[in-house]
């Protein structure tokens, strides 16, 4: 595992050359730890480092009197090859931030070790609203999407087209417990009822034992408390079953541009879903994306990828007001005082408990029909008002906020 991690140490990018001695070791270094091979891959991954060399350059190190250099490492989705990795970075490597971070059991390991040597973890990709509720940390902010913000945004809207009993086919490690539990509590608010659920190992292959037990609960709704390639197999399984034959229907919690394009508009049209940033939306985005493809060609950036950007380019402005990198829970108190504001997300702010603040989208794929081009996927419905989006952090339980 070293060996394997130390070539991932390996793929240092120098962005700018100038150097003051305040930051630590010369440099503010980056590291991008996520899954670089596995069923998020394509979620964040390789799309992740090209998103913060692109936050890199637009922030402009040289004119700061800044040297910047991102690392990347696989942390295999693995909690202790996380840690082992991140632990590497910051006693060996000189890192004095992590990024990305897909798998919340991997970002539950890594906000404590940024806690313990008290450098910033930036969490874009890891989902469990817990990061901002019981495990909030001075050292950690949550970026782009959680739990609640799914639950609330997707549930509430299938509830209201009809869609009253549930039966959850959840990914068993913290994101999807944590996604079934924030899912559930928005059904049975709303006079829904769940009729149960059960649980299935990461990186699943073979989804029939699961699809059977959601199939014989004659639930209306099958939530999916899961992502990524899991999501993806167990709705094109669901055929062989005939699921939407017996008029059922899905509701994908967490879904993606990528998503979609792997299964197709015929087999995800109407499909609600809840996302806080879509590469179509708007010209900023549209201009944005064409950038990171220049290094990614052929594939379109996901939610995850462009909080990265986003993330990355508030750490340095935070960095350079400060002059220093050297003091981790300093950073993230800078990064707290001082607005947010980016071409991806706007205008935002950071609360104390370290959820980062702005709009949601309730989307539904379009019909085959209504796609003019790859990637023109989604047809926007509501738009959630950050006040509104995400959980009020008197519900959280943030022990630096609430005790």
């Known amino acids: 595992m070293r060996a394997a991690a130390t070539l991932a140490f390996a ?46 350059q637009d922030f402009d190190p040289a004119s700061h009197g800044m040297k910047v250099e991102i690392v990347s490492a696989d942390h295999q989705n693995k909690p ?62 949550h970026w782009t999407y959680d739990t609640w913000m799914l639950a609330h945004g997707t549930a509430a809207a299938v509830i209201k087209s009809g869609g009253d009993t549930w039966f959850f086919l959840t ?19 709303n006079g829904g009822k769940v009729l149960g659920s059960v649980r299935h190992p990461l990186n699943t292959q073979d989804f029939s ?38 008029g059922q229907r899905f509701a994908g919690l967490i879904v993606s541009v990528v998503d979609v394009n792997a299964l197709g508009l015929q087999a995800t049209q109407g ?13 900023a985005n549209r201009v944005w994306t064409k950038r990171w493809q220049a290094e990614r060609p052929g594939k379109l950036p996901t939610y995850g990828q ?14 350079a007001v400060l002059k220093s990198d050297a003091d981790g829970k300093a950073v993230v108190a800078k990064m707290k005082e001082m607005q947010t504001d980016d071409p991806l997300f706007g205008k ?18 379009k019909k085959p029909e209504e796609s003019k081009y790859p990637g023109d996927v989604y047809n926007l419905r509501a738009t ?12 959280g339980h943030c022990p630096m906020v609430s005790g």
């Open 11 to 56: 793929f240092g990018i120098v962005i700018s050359t100038m150097a003051h001695a305040q930051y630590t070791g010369g440099v503010v270094k980056i590291g991008v730890l996520s899954d670089m091979s596995s069923l998020y891959s394509d979620l964040t991954g390789a799309g992740s480092v090209a998103a913060a060399k692109l936050a890199v």
């Open 80 to 141: 202790d090859i996380g840690s082992n990795i991140t632990r590497q970075w910051f006693d060996v490597d000189g890192v004095d931030v992590v990024v990305d971070v897909p798998t919340s059991s991997v970002a539950f390991a890594v906000s404590d070790l940024a806690r313990e040597k008290n450098k910033v973890f930036l969490v874009s990709a890891g989902g469990s609203s817990d990061l901002t509720g019981p495990k909030c940390s001075p050292n950690t902010i």
């Open 171 to 189: 990914a068993d490690y913290a994101f999807g417990h944590a996604l079934e539990r924030d899912a559930a509590a928005v059904v049975l608010a």
């Open 209 to 246: 034992s699961f699809l059977v037990q959601a199939q014989h609960s004659k639930a209306k709704i099958i939530g999916l408390a899961n992502a990524g390639g899991d999501m993806q197999n167990a709705i094109k399984q669901s055929a062989d079953f005939g699921i939407a034959a017996g």
């Open 271 to 283: 499909l609600a879903l809840t996302d806080v940033w879509y590469w179509d939306m708007n010209d």
């Open 306 to 319: 462009a909080g990265v950007y986003s993330a990355v380019l508030h750490y340095l402005k935070a960095v």
């Open 348 to 365: 935002g702010n950071i609360r104390p408990d370290g959820r980062k603040i702005h709009p949601a989208y309730l989307f539904e794929v």
């Open 384 to 395: 959630i008002p950050a006040d509104e989006a995400f959980r009020p952090m008197k519900d």
